[in-house]
């Protein structure tokens, strides 16, 4: 019997970058309804795949790439990300693609709207007909119904939460009929616990229809529940290709990093003398999606405090609206002193610096190097890497104290990368995660907030930033709020954790308090 073709089939597959190569000889295949886990650590190539396997212009700018690529047996090489949808391929980036102010529905529907007769169309043609808006809004809902969860199909992306975000996205590809291989680019990165449950539930209904998925994701746990096989980079190799019954977490970890991996050790920090650094009453923010409404907080110098809590609930909301992102009203005391809302120079002249969970819209100058995204802040706010002239009435940026200082970055966080010089647009996203790191560690805060600060991050630099984090508190005495969707990690490094529930904060645990306790907090 003749063997059957796979969906899709990767052959030798090769890739170089400015001189880097980030890609050699990577052999694998998906089989139609078959979900192929694709792990690595930052850099190791994952992104790269996805790339050119859905025709983006960065693979084509740089010179394209070796081997072959095949689908139903055919070779196929997409010049662009329209070829690729032509030929059945959806994709879900890690940064969302959606258009801030259209409704869900009409995002869902993109470029493939339902349309309906008028008289207008016999005088100038198809592009005068009428949007059937009922058959869109059905068919996005049908979409959203299929992943399991409901969004309203009128409501503006401008208002979702970054859980819906992502659930609008995966609703978008799922919704087109011809889509027959689903790329996934870390797609519970953004989500809740609970969220991502929901998402898994949806692809494991989605396999037997004959989609074939590639699952890229830094949590192995789900790559362990959700995926029959199981490919692991590293360095631009495939270093194993395994059925996930076969291999165990742990393994897969090794293989990611070429090491064992350990965790970081639990917290054990007593807070009970210390000051009242931060003292919060009363503070509403008004975040799309996140909204505070009247939270009260006292966070102590020199602790960590982990805030967590379901999406929609208003977690992210504390540090953006203490650091002027979005509106805020209340009574907030900082340092003994009156703190100015909604003014972010104050608020970073202060002391206070953000690690935004937003890293391409609020956390990076994406087109600029890497040196002068490290140094933009301090330069900004503080004044710091200039040389001044004339007592100081001229100044200029001193480029070799830049460079220096991101060196120093790219040793001890594990930035890979070129060098300094290197654009961040070209850098994977955990590298840059990494330079948000460096960005604000650079400021010297005295309070940082650090939101999701290992959003895409891999298991090896996952502890790395949570070993960075608590060295940067303990030789600084820096205070740290730090907001993650992922209990265990705050639970891991906390002093303290505040679960925000509707708005408010519903109640502080310890590190090591029982989960049940946490569960019933967030519910």
């Not at 966080?413 to 070129?418: A, Q, V």
């Not at 060295?471 to 205070?479: A, D, L, P, Q």
Request: aromatic residues 6%.
């Amino acid at each position: 019997m003749k063997r059957k073709e796979p969906l899709l089939r990767l052959d030798n597959v090769g890739k170089e970058f400015f001189g880097n190569k980030v890609l050699d000889k990577v052999n694998f295949s998906v089989a139609e309804g078959e979900i192929v886990g694709l792990v690595g650590e930052n850099g190791a190539g994952k992104s790269t795949i996805m790339n050119i396997l859905f025709g983006s212009s960065v693979i084509s700018s740089t010179g394209g790439y070796e081997g072959k690529v095949y689908l139903h047996g055919s070779e196929v090489s997409f010049a662009n990300p329209f070829e690729a949808l032509e030929a059945g391929l959806g994709m879900v980036h890690q940064e969302f693609s959606l258009i801030p102010g259209f409704t869900a529905a009409e995002n869902i529907v993109l470029n493939r709207e339902t349309t309906q007769y008028n008289f207008m169309v016999e005088l100038f043609g198809d592009r005068l007909s009428d949007l059937d808006r009922e058959d869109m809004i059905l068919r996005a809902c049908k979409a959203t119904t299929r992943l399991g969860i409901n969004i309203p199909p009128d409501t503006l992306v401008s208002d979702m939460s970054v859980g819906q975000k992502q659930f609008t996205e995966i609703a978008r590809e799922i919704e087109n009929a011809d889509t027959k291989l689903l790329l996934l680019d870390e797609p519970t990165a953004v989500l809740t616990e609970s969220e991502a449950r929901t998402l898994m539930d949806s692809l494991r209904r989605l396999s037997p229809q004959g989609l074939g998925i590639i699952f890229i994701s830094h949590r192995l746990r789900e790559i362990k529940e959700l995926c029959d096989r199981v490919v692991v980079l590293r360095d631009g190799l495939v270093i194993s290709d395994v059925p996930t019954a076969e291999t165990e977490i742990e393994q897969i970890a090794e293989w990611m990093v070429g090491r064992k991996v350990g965790r970081t050790a639990v917290r054990k920090k007593d807070i009970s003398q210390e000051s009242v650094l931060l003292n919060i009453k009363d503070l509403w923010v008004d975040m799309p999606g996140e909204t505070l409404k009247g939270l009260d907080l006292d966070v102590y110098e020199g602790e960590i405090l982990g805030v967590g809590g379901l999406a929609g609930q208003g977690k992210l909301a504390l540090a953006n609206g203490l650091m002027g992102i979005f509106p805020a009203r209340g009574e907030v005391e900082y340092n003994g002193k009156p703190f100015p809302l909604c003014d972010t120079a104050k608020a970073i002249d202060g002391g206070l610096a953000l690690i935004s969970e937003d890293r391409r819209g609020l956390g990076l100058l994406l087109d600029e190097e890497l040196h002068l995204n490290i140094a933009f802040t301090a330069l900004q706010s503080k004044g710091l890497f200039l040389k001044k002239y004339l007592c100081g009435l001229l100044t200029q940026l001193d480029f070799q104290e830049t460079i220096r200082r991101a060196n120093e970055f790219i040793e001890s966080l594990n930035i890979k990368c070129t060098g300094p010089r290197q654009r961040v647009i070209e850098l994977s996203g955990g590298n840059q995660q990494k330079v948000c790191l460096a960005k604000a560690f650079v400021c010297e805060p005295k309070l940082l907030f650090a939101s999701e600060p290992t959003r895409g991050i891999d298991v090896g630099a996952k502890k790395m930033v949570l070993d960075v984090l608590r060295k940067y508190n303990e030789e600084y005495n820096t205070t740290i709020i730090m907001t993650s969707s992922e209990l265990e990690e705050l639970r891991s490094i906390c002093d303290r954790i505040a679960i925000v529930s509707e708005g408010k904060v519903a109640g502080i645990l310890p590190p090591d308090a029982k989960a049940k306790e946490f569960g019933l907090l967030m519910s």
